[in-house]
């Protein structure tokens, strides 16, 4: 199983970015697909879920401002920043669960700075 993650990169405060996550090597349509993030010297956090059945669950401080999708049928999974804040910069992973094992992408860099 490979996940590859794609769409960081260094953005102005108030701005927009889209991270997109291609899962391949097993179908994650009836498991968990999400983005985590680690920002220097912090632990690594969870940002955005989504179960297989559609729920969602986002952490607190990017409630309003982040969507995550997935299409199931490409094995894929976005989170769409928009609003980006300085204390959101940080490494997003993404990552893809099923039956009880849980796959991680390398991570993609998202730099939010003036």
């Known amino acids: 199983v490979q996940l590859q993650a794609s769409g960081g990169g260094l953005v102005q405060p108030g701005g927009s970015l889209r991270l997109s996550c291609a899962a391949s090597?097993?179908?994650?349509?009836?498991?968990?697909m999400g983005w985590y993030r680690q920002a220097p010297g912090k632990q690594r956090e969870l940002v955005a879920i989504?179960?297989?059945?559609?729920?969602?669950n986002y952490v607190d401080s990017v409630k309003s401002r982040f969507t995550i999708s997935r299409d199931n049928a490409k094995n894929t999974v976005s989170l769409q920043m928009n609003t980006l804040k300085p204390e959101d910069t940080a490494v997003y992973y993404c990552l893809a669960g099923l039956s009880g094992m849980n796959y991680w992408g390398k991570g993609t860099q998202v730099t939010v700075s003036s």
């Open positions: 090597g097993r179908s994650f349509s009836g498991g968990i």
């Open positions: 989504m179960l297989g059945g559609g729920s969602t």
